[in-house]
């Protein structure tokens, strides 16, 4: 590409930058490196994006090996349309530098932003794995999703005339709230859909999978009664 200087700039005599030592090195996987490409840049790191409207949000986690993103995990909440944008997200984004991915069509709103708050952490070197030796393996974004390879959800609702209603915790998709005397929630019940799933797929029938899978936290058995959140 050809640069064009205007007539002021052609007649200025030529000053010699005496102050040039570079870019300033940022951590990456515990070495220190001053990034000049886009393939001098590396790590893994999490951000959250989110759409115009702000009515759904992104999780988006990528391992960046050499410029290049060797994988990503897309977790979407809030917008049943973002499921299927992350969908197309997941074939894009694995392969492409980083550069690349910034100026994809990531279809959703809230993916591009997430792409763009994480391009600000990698670029800067703000990486989870800054100070990692070699860093993070690829894979170890299905890590952050535990052994059932599910997305940690929490979903709670609550209105000032009748009070708080546990949905879905970190152990799975709540069956029943424990009260005491006074109304107050004491603990819950609960079913973990994901093993669920996993034994009857093993075999089990849904009945015998459904107690196998459920479990409950807190005070339960000193519940004076327990409701189902979504109907009492």
């Known amino acids: 590409m050809a640069i064009i200087y205007s007539n002021e700039v052609n007649k200025m005599?030529?000053?010699?930058?005496?102050?040039?030592?570079?870019?300033?090195?940022?951590?990456e996987e515990a070495l220190w490196v001053k990034a000049k490409d886009v393939k001098d840049i590396s790590g893994f790191t999490h951000g959250v994006g989110w759409c115009a409207p702000q009515q759904g949000a992104c999780k988006l986690s990528l391992n960046v090996k050499n410029g290049v993103i060797e994988e990503a995990l897309v977790e979407t909440l809030?917008?049943?349309?973002?499921?299927?944008?992350?969908?197309?997200?997941?074939e894009i984004l694995p392969g492409r530098t980083i550069l690349e991915a910034l100026n994809t069509d990531l279809v959703c709103d809230a993916i591009n932003?997430?792409?763009?708050?994480?391009?600000?952490?990698?670029?800067?070197?703000?990486?989870?794995s800054a100070f990692s030796e070699n860093g993070l393996t690829v894979g170890a974004g299905l890590e952050?999703?535990?052994k059932g390879l599910r997305s940690q959800v929490g979903t709670m609702y609550g209105t000032?005339?009748?009070?708080?209603?546990?949905?879905?915790?970190?152990?799975?998709?709540?069956?029943?709230?424990?009260?005491?005397?006074?109304?107050?929630?004491?603990?819950?019940?609960?079913?973990?859909?994901?093993?669920?799933?996993?034994f009857i797929k093993k075999g089990d029938d849904p009945n015998t999978a459904w107690e196998k899978a459920s479990g409950q936290y807190g005070r339960v058995a000193d519940a004076v009664k327990i409701i189902d959140p979504r109907k009492e």
Do not use: W
């Open 13 to 27: 005599c030529k000053v010699k930058q005496g102050v040039n030592h570079g870019a300033a090195e940022i951590p």
């Open 78 to 90: 809030g917008c049943s349309g973002m499921t299927h944008s992350a969908a197309m997200a997941a």
């Open 113 to 128: 932003t997430a792409m763009r708050e994480l391009f600000l952490q990698i670029a800067y070197g703000r990486t989870q």
């Open 144 to 146: 952050d999703l535990g």
């Open 160 to 198: 000032k005339k009748k009070g708080p209603r546990y949905l879905e915790m970190a152990e799975g998709y709540v069956t029943g709230i424990a009260l005491d005397k006074d109304n107050e929630i004491i603990g819950y019940k609960f079913v973990n859909l994901g093993k669920m799933t996993d």
